[in-house]
Every structure is written in C-alpha cells, then in structure tokens.
C-alpha cells in the first residue's frame, strides 16, 4: 500500500486509543445489548472486558500499521478480506456469536442483506482506493459512517472501534493526520445529518487531534528505561518466559527483564531481573538494540542486551507462568509481546 506517512505510530495509537476511551462503550466494560433483544451479551465483563478489548485494539494498530507495506488492494475481496482480518482482530475472544450482525435494527439492512451489503461496500472502496491521494477524508468519512452509524452497521459487536480503526488505514495512506472526536453525542449528530456533515465533523476533528497531541507534548516527554536479556544457552539457544494468563499481555511471551532502577546500569538491571524472575545468573555481553514503546501514557525505551548463561537452572517466580529455550530462527513465530514483536521488527532473530 503507497504513502509511509508523516504520522508516527506512536501518534496513531494515541489518537485512536483516546478515541475509544471518548466513545467505546465496550472500552468502558459494558456489554452493551440495547440495539436488540436479540443481541446476546459479549463473553467478557467488567474489568476483564475492558482489558481484552484494549489489547484487541493495541494489536489492531499493529495491523493497519504494517498495511502501509501491503500491496494496493485490486478487488474487492481484497478490501472484504482486509475488513474481516481486522474486524477479527478487534473481537477476538469476545463474540458469543457469529461475526455478523443477526437481527434487525430499524433503517439499517435486515441481516439477509448484509453480505450483498458488505461487498458493495468493498467495492466502492476498491474503486475510490486511490482517491486519498488527493484528499482522503471524504472517503475515509464516507466508511466510517457507513460501518459504524449507516446503513450498514454489519458487525456483531465492535462497529465503532472497527469503523474508527479502518477509517485510520484510508487515512494513513494518504500521510493524514487523524480524527480525534470529542464525543458520542456530537459524532452522531454530524452522522446523522448527512454525509457532507460528517466529512465537516472529520476535518474539524483532525484539527482537534492536531491541537491535542501538542498538549500532550509536555506529559510525553517523559520515558522510562526497561532493560531485558536475550539470554543465551551453550546451544545458542534464546530463553523465552510466558506471561501468566490474567495480567497484561496473557499468555505471551518475552524476554526477562523489567525497569531500570534508580543507580543502576542497563547490565546490572538485566542480571537482578534475570535472577528474580528465573534464578539464573548471567552476563551482559552487548546491547542488541532499542525499541520504544508506550504504557499508559508513559513512553518506554525498551533495551535488550545480549547475556551468556553463567549459571543456575530456570526456576520461575510467580510473574511467570512457563520458559523455552528457543532457537532465533523460531523466536518470531511465538506469540511474543507487542514490544518484543516490534523489536524483532528492526532487529533480526
């Protein structure tokens, strides 16, 4: 797909993470039924709700941000494909049902019709894909409105986040900046009157993003350092640890390792990490490289430092839940945390 883009992917998960925060009733906790009695609630609640979709979403920035080196869609299956690759993302593990909406809503198309629905809707935006590079923010109005609050509304759950989020990818392609709304009253308002009052709403949002990331500046300027060894065995083998299930980033895998603290160096932050969280005792032999992520808010440097095994045999804490000594060449094909993932982005295994 053209167009590397201006806006960082930092900005990007700000912007569309804040977005959800302002407008997501999913993001808040709520199952949200009201559309229909026929709608069964999600399969998550609460607080456990509000962190599965987070990471859902976080994985889904992922997604729309490694689109840019796709090839440009030439069919309509392909944007259909590109759609539900992405509408999955955002619902994994949350669906009680099937992917599709399954019950009437009063002016959008009953449930028989949504298939049809969604291939017009691929083929529109197959046929105005190029037209970004121009001016992307008719089209991109133009598909959010339509998932989200038009006629369509196809998904089972998750039409916002999803319209939002492909919204972003037709944008990123032109190397716009990106909405930020200010709240569900006001966005359905301008959806409702219409879609030139949409596209107006959009551009007034993405000036509003534009003035909010600089106020952010300030607060962003801020990082912490997180240092973390790839750990070698005599076999030259990697050691990886599973994160336990009900903490961030379940049941991933990373390196050991965790924050700097306060006088010490990188090495000696990797060897009390290495000992507290496995019981082994390495040696930092060199920096591997750097990658930047953020928590919260907070921006992290996160360092990984090449270590020889000098001792001791793996004996877990209760951070974490299994280890493997994995060859490099597999590293990649774990399901490894977003910011170990993003490391081996720029980093060869």
Request: proline share 6%; net charge negative.
């Amino acid at each position: 797909m053209p167009g590397m883009g201006t806006t960082s992917f930092q900005t990007l998960k700000r912007i569309l993470n804040e977005n959800s925060v302002r407008l997501s009733r999913t993001r808040k906790g709520v199952s949200d039924t009201s559309t229909s009695e026929f709608k069964q609630p999600l399969r998550l609640t609460g607080d456990l709700l509000k962190q599965r979709s987070a990471e859902n979403e976080a994985k889904a920035h992922e997604f729309i941000w490694s689109c840019r080196a796709r090839p440009t869609p030439t069919s309509a299956d392909d944007v259909r494909r590109l759609l539900f690759e992405l509408a999955d993302i955002i619902n994994d593990g949350l669906l009680p049902a099937g992917r599709l909406r399954a019950w009437p809503i009063a002016g959008k198309l009953p449930p028989r019709d949504l298939e049809h629905g969604v291939d017009d809707f691929c083929r529109v935006i197959c046929g105005r894909w190029n037209e970004p590079a121009a001016d992307p923010v008719p089209l991109a109005a133009w598909a959010e409105w339509e998932l989200n609050g038009g006629s369509l509304h196809p998904f089972y759950d998750g039409c916002g986040r999803i319209a939002r989020t492909f919204a972003a990818l037709l944008l990123l392609q032109a190397n716009s900046d990106l909405p930020l709304y200010d709240n569900l009253a006001s966005y359905f308002q301008h959806g409702g009157e219409g879609t030139d009052s949409f596209i107006a709403y959009m551009r007034d949002s993405i000036a509003r993003g534009r003035e909010w990331l600089a106020t952010q500046t300030a607060a962003t300027a801020e990082f912490r350092l997180a240092c973390y060894g790839l750990i070698h065995n005599a076999e030259g083998h990697a050691l990886l640890i599973q994160r336990p299930a009900n903490k961030h980033f379940p049941n991933q895998w990373e390196f050991p390792g965790g924050k700097l603290d306060p006088a010490e160096t990188p090495g000696q932050a990797v060897q009390r990490e290495a000992r507290e969280e496995t019981g082994l005792a390495v040696m930092p032999l060199s920096l591997a490289g750097a990658v930047e992520h953020e928590i919260k808010g907070l921006r992290v440097i996160m360092l990984v430092l090449e270590c020889r095994l000098d001792g001791g045999e793996v004996q877990l804490s209760d951070e974490h839940q299994a280890f493997r000594w994995t060859p490099r060449e597999e590293i990649t094909r774990m399901d490894l945390t977003p910011q170990l993932r993003r490391f081996f982005e720029s980093h060869q295994p």
